[in-house]
């Protein structure tokens, strides 16, 4: 590598390791041009390349949703203090998060008002109201917004940011079994849109009873695992029961003439969905982004002089034309050279690269180049339109597949706790018996430097198996990490 091209990657390039996966992922986000840092410490500008596929997820959930009966709606960021405090578990789980709002100008305000860090709190007072006879059921609302947690140490970009955005869906239904199918449903709703666009595999899991969503039932979760063995949580569904009925009088009229509190149900998805994709399928060049995701599929980079400049950018014209549906970039910028450019667009993770020079034009043929795999290949220009969509597909299915490879490479089973410390140490997640104490769990964390009952497996079945804190019998076998 000459010293120009090395100056060159490097100014491009992400430098940092990543094994130091806080400070790599921070310069990834920079140098991609995703996100830039903002004046208020742990909040994040999202630019225009990161916001426009959140804007796509926002599309492929409301859709879905939509064939549910779920309907959209807004409401208020501000919560008065007096509703926060109606569901004391939930409050309590919250309480360190929450920013509070006490003056108005020089006034100070009669009654605290928190942002919202979630908003059962100010949407289950109206529900209360609205909700009278079975004929109102089922209510099932979905908002879009944003919402602030001040609480943490370590502000990762994506991951863990005091203020994020996502969705929150809010149904209350008539009857428990009503409530779990459709929990289970919705679920499974959320792991096909990241399956099937973000290309991320996950482990749908439940929570224990420790790591639950504050004043809820049960959780439910989609897990993800990232090359530095940390596990993200990704979309979510909370069964909380009856509990936020009672709390805030919830009640209907059956059919029967008699009183009932509804069942209700939450789910969300966030951006830190956003995160978890660029982290998994990055590699040392920089980002790669799904086709199915990516706002440009392709880039066309047309390599000419002066003299055959006129019959290269014709042709590079013509090819844009012909693959419009696929929001080609054609980079006719004379400023930069073509290796610039390769690293340029390597790096922001545009699926496809089509490079065409004289030589190309000779043979009426293109260079298409990979980002998943880096591999190039010639294609006769007549076939593009044909061939360009097998290659996308085959990019979208290999990096789901990788995911999946990631994610089973970083598992392993064990009853012995000197095992399960070693595998947390070489970042890794472990599968082990544990009972359903919570000082277990307590125990497990503090055993190994920070790692948690993550969630619960349903596929490995407690038979005789002790619980490797207390060797007492065990409830279940747990997936053990650390989380960001």
Same mark, same amino acid.
């Given at each position: 590598?000459?010293?120009?091209?090395?100056?060159?990657?490097?100014?491009?390039?992400?430098?940092?390791?990543?094994?130091?996966?806080?400070?790599?992922?921070?310069?990834?986000?920079?140098?991609?041009?995703?996100?830039?840092?903002?004046?208020?410490?742990?909040?994040?500008?999202?630019?225009?390349?990161?916001?426009?596929?959140?804007?796509?997820?926002?599309?492929?959930?409301?859709?879905?949703?939509?064939?549910?009966?779920? +309907?959209?709606?807004?409401?208020?960021?501000?919560?008065?203090?007096?509703?926060?405090?109606?569901?004391?578990?939930?409050?309590? &789980?919250?309480?360190?998060? $929450?920013?509070?709002?006490?003056?108005?100008?020089?006034?100070?305000?009669?009654?605290?008002?928190?942002?919202?860090?979630?908003?059962?709190?100010?949407?289950?007072?109206?529900?209360?109201?609205?909700?009278?006879?079975?004929?109102?059921?089922?209510?099932?609302?979905?908002?879009?917004?944003?919402?602030?947690?001040?609480?943490?140490?370590?502000?990762?970009?994506?991951?863990?940011?005091?203020?994020?955005?996502?969705?929150?869906?809010?149904?209350?239904?008539?009857?428990?079994?009503?409530?779990?199918?459709?929990?289970?449903?919705?679920?499974?709703?959320?792991?096909?849109?990241?399956?099937?666009?973000?290309?991320?595999?996950?482990?749908?899991?439940?929570?224990?009873?420790?790591?639950?969503?504050?004043? &809820? $039932?049960?959780?439910?979760k989609i897990h993800y695992i990232l090359q530095s063995g940390r596990v993200i949580e990704g979309?979510?569904?909370?069964?909380?029961?009856?509990?936020?009925?009672?709390?805030?009088?919830?009640?209907?009229?059956?059919?029967?003439?008699?009183?009932?509190?509804?069942?209700?149900?939450?789910?969300?998805?966030?951006?830190?969905?956003? &995160?978890?994709?660029?982290?998994?399928?990055?590699?040392?060049?920089?980002?790669?982004?799904?086709?199915?995701?990516?706002?440009?599929?392709?880039?066309?980079?047309?390599?000419?002089?002066?003299?055959?400049?006129?019959?290269?950018?014709?042709?590079?014209?013509?090819?844009?034309?012909?693959?419009?549906?696929?929001?080609?970039?054609?980079? =006719?910028?004379?400023?930069?050279?073509? &290796?610039?450019?390769?690293?340029?667009?390597?790096?922001?993770?545009?699926?496809? +690269?089509?490079?065409?020079?004289?030589?190309?034009?000779?043979?009426?043929?293109?260079?298409?180049?990979?980002?998943?795999?880096?591999?190039?290949?010639?294609?006769?220009?007549?076939d593009l339109k044909k061939q360009v969509p097998i290659i996308l597909e085959e990019i979208q299915?290999?990096?789901?597949?990788?995911?999946?490879?990631?994610?089973?490479?970083?598992?392993?089973?064990?009853q012995s706790l000197e095992e399960l410390k070693k595998i947390i140490e070489e970042k890794r997640?472990?599968?082990?018996?544990?009972?359903?104490? =919570?000082?277990? =769990?307590?125990?497990?964390?503090? =055993?190994?430097?920070?790692?948690?009952?993550?969630?619960?497996?349903?596929?490995?079945?407690?038979?005789?198996?002790?619980?490797?804190?207390?060797?007492?019998?065990?409830?279940?076998? $747990?997936?053990?990490?650390?989380?960001?």
């Open positions: 590598m000459t010293k120009e091209k090395a100056q060159e990657k490097n100014q491009l390039g992400v430098t940092s390791d990543k094994d130091d996966f806080g400070e790599w992922f921070s310069e990834l986000m920079i140098k991609a041009d995703l996100a830039d840092y903002s004046e208020v410490s742990g909040c994040i500008v999202f630019k225009p390349s990161s916001y426009e596929i959140w804007e796509y997820i926002r599309q492929l959930v409301d859709i879905e949703i939509r064939k549910l009966g779920i +309907r959209n709606c807004y409401f208020p960021l501000l919560i008065p203090e007096k509703f926060l405090n109606k569901e004391k578990e939930h409050i309590k &789980g919250f309480s360190p998060e $929450v920013a509070w709002v006490t003056h108005a100008g020089n006034s100070k305000l009669p009654e605290r008002l928190a942002i919202r860090p979630t908003s059962e709190t100010i949407m289950y007072p109206s529900y209360s109201k609205w909700i009278r006879s079975w004929r109102d059921l089922p209510l099932k609302l979905n908002q879009w917004n944003n919402v602030v947690r001040w609480e943490f140490s370590h502000p990762v970009p994506f991951f863990r940011t005091r203020e994020f955005l996502w969705n929150e869906i809010h149904t209350a239904l008539a009857t428990e079994k009503e409530a779990l199918e459709e929990g289970n449903e919705l679920i499974n709703l959320y792991d096909k849109i990241c399956r099937e666009h973000l290309a991320l595999y996950g482990m749908i899991g439940k929570k224990t009873e420790r790591e639950k969503f504050a004043g &809820g $039932v049960a959780s439910t979309p979510c569904f909370h069964y909380d029961g009856q509990n936020f009925a009672k709390a805030y009088d919830i009640k209907f009229l059956d059919k029967d003439g008699k009183e009932k509190y509804v069942y209700q149900n939450t789910y969300a998805i966030t951006t830190r969905m956003l &995160g978890t994709m660029f982290a998994i399928h990055a590699d040392e060049k920089g980002l790669i982004i799904p086709p199915r995701l990516a706002t440009n599929e392709i880039v066309i980079i047309p390599i000419f002089n002066e003299e055959n400049k006129k019959k290269i950018l014709s042709e590079a014209k013509e090819i844009s034309k012909e693959l419009k549906d696929y929001s080609p970039i054609l980079d =006719e910028r004379e400023d930069q050279r073509p &290796g610039f450019k390769f690293n340029e667009y390597e790096l922001k993770g545009i699926p496809l +690269r089509i490079e065409i020079g004289p030589k190309d034009l000779e043979k009426k043929e293109v260079t298409v180049a990979r980002r998943d795999t880096l591999k190039k290949q010639q294609i006769k220009i007549k299915k290999n990096l789901l597949e990788k995911s999946k490879k990631l994610f089973e490479s970083k598992l392993e089973k064990t997640v472990a599968i082990v018996p544990l009972c359903n104490n =919570e000082k277990c =769990e307590e125990n497990l964390k503090f =055993e190994t430097k920070g790692a948690k009952a993550v969630f619960i497996s349903e596929k490995d079945k407690i038979k005789t198996e002790k619980c490797i804190i207390c060797n007492k019998p065990a409830d279940y076998f $747990v997936y053990a990490g650390k989380t960001y």
